[in-house]
């Protein structure tokens, strides 16, 4: 029965000393001093559709495409025609401003031609996106945009560079 009290008493006495050795341990963590490198920077923040995301070859595959199948909505300078929203401007960016190109996507893919909707491959899709971002003076890089819609959920449409 001792040797049950000792150990008891023994237990308890090594929890709360490891109990109060761990606030310690935590406080003795050093502060971050240093601004984060701006490659962490980039893997730490979303990317934006300012960060050149589409190609330039991407975009003129688009354009012809809109010309063929969205400008009798969306009018030439997409800024659309009757009940067609505009696909460029202020009016346009104040809407998406802080979605994602995901969302975007979906919403030709699901709703787009309207007379004939769900038409569009998904690699049409991907090329009007990028029309759109050169339109709306978005950099074009290197890199076409990837023809998923769940990749460009990934991509956030900012409408000021920051």
């Known amino acids: 029965m001792l040797k049950t009290g000792v150990f008891s008493v023994v237990t308890l006495v090594l929890a ?18 240093q601004p984060l490198s701006p490659a962490w920077v980039g893997r730490l923040a979303p990317r934006t559709v300012w960060d050149s995301v589409y ?20 009018g030439e300078t997409l800024k659309g025609i009757d009940d067609a929203p505009p696909l460029a401007g202020k009016e346009f960016l104040s809407g998406w401003d802080g979605k994602t190109l995901g969302a975007v996507f979906e919403r030709i893919n699901s709703s787009m031609p309207s007379d004939d ?5 998904k690699a049409q899709i991907s090329d009007l996106v990028a029309y759109i971002l050169r339109f709306s003076a978005f ?13 460009l959920k990934e991509i956030q449409i900012v409408a000021a560079k920051r």
Not at 139 to 151: F, H, I, N
């Open 16 to 33: 709360a000393s490891a109990a109060s050795w761990l606030p310690l341990r935590v406080e003795r963590v050093p502060a971050l001093r």
């Open 55 to 74: 190609s330039d070859e991407q975009a003129t595959r688009g354009e012809t495409l809109f010309k063929d199948k969205c400008s009798r909505c969306h």
């Open 117 to 121: 909707p769900g038409t569009l491959s």
């Open 139 to 151: 950099p074009a890089g290197k890199s076409d945009l990837p023809a998923d819609g769940d990749a």
